[in-house]
């Protein structure tokens, strides 16, 4: 049984930074893809940023055209953790962030592909 958690959220002024974490508790499986989406009040949720892990070794990343230039997802394996850094935040980002894994991702922004998902950190941006 796998868990995420993430953590970080808070309320910020237009133009702010934010860094949000996800960190994985449990048994790690082997996800090919984890990925950052977002949900708004009234609004489906949408992809926001990917990272596929490369074999033998690599990554690759992926981004929203609303959040490219501004947004960054990394991860560090050793602190099983995984990170969505976020610059010059605007006030139509304000959403329930979410952190999610899948073992077979194909459609990387499609949260259908994803087997687990945290329970969500709320990012308000607001002046």
């Known amino acids: 049984q796998v868990e995420l958690v993430e953590s970080g959220g808070g309320s910020v002024q237009p133009g702010g930074t934010l860094r949000i974490s996800c960190t994985t508790a449990?048994?790690?499986?082997?996800?090919?893809?984890m990925g950052w989406f977002r949900q708004a009040p009234g609004k489906e949720r949408e992809g926001v940023a990917a990272i596929y892990s490369l074999i033998p070794s690599g990554e690759s990343t992926y981004y929203a055209d609303s959040v490219k230039g501004r947004f960054t997802i990394s991860r560090d394996s050793s602190k099983n953790t995984l990170y969505l850094g976020m610059n010059a935040l605007k006030p139509e980002d304000t959403a329930m962030y979410y952190c999610?894994?899948?073992?077979?991702?194909?459609?990387?922004?499609?949260?259908?592909?994803?087997?687990?998902w945290g329970q969500g950190t709320q990012v308000t941006v607001s002046s």
């Open positions: 449990g048994y790690p499986y082997n996800f090919n893809c």
């Open positions: 999610a894994a899948g073992r077979y991702v194909a459609d990387r922004f499609l949260p259908a592909e994803y087997d687990t």
